[in-house]
């Protein structure tokens, strides 16, 4: 003989049966997030010059980037003052760090040095020169347009004194349609605002 369930228990079931219905749902709509880095040059972009070893000793960061890039997803520029937050297509790791690390090697090359660390560093390590970045801009625009404006400083360690400081504007256009030519883009227009730190750097007289 059957056994017929009560209505409270029938409500029960048809609610349990709808919420696994409805988290099926999304969980087949839901896409999987994709992560993206940036990247240092290559090593046939090292400067020739003295042996790195005995390169100035070289502090990077801290790289500070405006509040609204402060984030784990990428963002997009919109007209109107707008920006749009891609969910699913996100940072591998701290966007400041990203660029303070890739900084760091891409100097490393560029000066050239092997007396280089990135920020932060252990205050035990001796150091010549400190060089430091605010971002000013970072904008991806939906034309696929990436412009990167930096404002850059190097100060003599010991003295604490300012040493040079300038301003490097970088404008690219992402290569295809994914996330990963911005990343790319980003990536050249920080190697171009590397040079110019680095040919500022090469024009230094450790000591002066």
Known sequence: ?????????????????ALVLV????????????????????????VAGPDAASGPRLAVGPVKL?????????VVHRPGNRIDLL????????????????????LSLLVPTDRIAGYPWDSNIPV??????????LAVEA???VTLIARWRIFDYRKRALLISGKSVATETAPGQG??????AISTGLAKVSREIAAA?????VGS
Do not use: I
Request: glycine share 6%; proline share 4%.
């Open 143 to 145: 034309n696929r347009r």
């Open 128 to 137: 010549d020169y400190q060089v430091t970045v605010d971002v000013a801009r």
């Open 23 to 46: 988290l099926g749902a999304c969980a087949a709509q839901t896409q999987p997030s994709r992560f993206f880095v940036l990247e240092p040059l290559g090593t046939d972009a090292r």
């Open 87 to 106: 969910e699913f297509d996100r940072w591998g790791e701290d966007l400041d760090e990203n660029m303070t690390r890739v900084l760091t090697e891409n």
């Open 179 to 184: 996330s990963d030519g911005v990343a790319a």
């Open 201 to 205: 750097v090469r024009g230094l007289k």
């Open 1 to 17: 003989m059957k056994r017929l369930l009560s209505r409270p228990t029938q409500r029960r079931a048809a609610a349990g049966l």
């Open 66 to 74: 405006p509040k609204h890039l402060d984030r784990t997803q990428m």
